[in-house]
């Protein structure tokens, strides 16, 4: 693929390395029959093929992201499954984590994704925060169509309570050195 990426932007070695894995795809497309996210919503913006030419746009003009590009990068899982399938050896991971990178610079996320996220890096890593919040989800399952109401976030909400087990699996002891 053809760039226009000045010699500024060329002098950073995280936009030479992204400028030098976006030349390297073809858009041949086969990437696309083993993306999860292109197979369940038929965009695509949100192939490894569409991605890269947001990326490359973004980048390339050294703009802010804009909400479609980061709804779009966001929805990658990072499997990587399209760099197994690539004919020409493109480095997708290197460059959607750039974007991400990026991103988290140039765009300002609204308060409740922010708030979220916050919430979510915090919990995940947790054993004792992560078993608290599937109790609590699992005492706000009832409440699902209430919180589905909740203009743009309740959707979210709403998937992680329906991701919720019915029974929180039995504490394990914790590993320990022997």
């Known amino acids: 693929m053809q760039t226009n990426f000045s010699p500024e932007l060329l002098a950073d070695s ?9 030349r390297t795809c073809v ?10 996210t292109y197979l369940l ?4 913006l949100d192939s490894p093929r569409g991605r890269i030419y947001l990326i490359k746009e973004m980048l390339e003009n050294r703009r802010p992201a ?5 709804k779009h990068i966001d929805r990658c899982l ?4 399209c760099m197994t399938t690539c004919p020409s050896g493109v480095h997708y991971m290197h460059l959607v984590d750039h974007a991400r990178a990026y991103i988290e610079a140039t765009y ?5 994704d922010r708030m979220l996220r916050a919430a979510l890096s915090r919990i995940n890593p947790s054993r004792d925060l992560f078993r608290a919040a ?17 203009p743009q976030y309740g959707v979210n909400l709403t998937a992680m309570l329906a991701l919720a087990p019915n029974s929180i699996p039995a504490r394990i002891a914790r590993d320990t050195p022997a």
């Open 14 to 22: 995280h936009m030479r390395a992204s400028e030098k894995i976006v």
């Open 27 to 36: 858009h041949c497309g086969f990437c696309t029959a083993t993306c999860p």
């Open 41 to 44: 919503l038929g965009d695509e």
């Open 66 to 70: 804009t909400e479609l590009e980061v």
């Open 78 to 81: 990072s499997c990587l499954a």
């Open 108 to 112: 300002q996320r609204p308060l409740a």
């Open 134 to 150: 599937l109790l609590l989800a699992k005492l706000g399952q009832p409440l699902r169509r209430v919180v589905a109401g909740i």
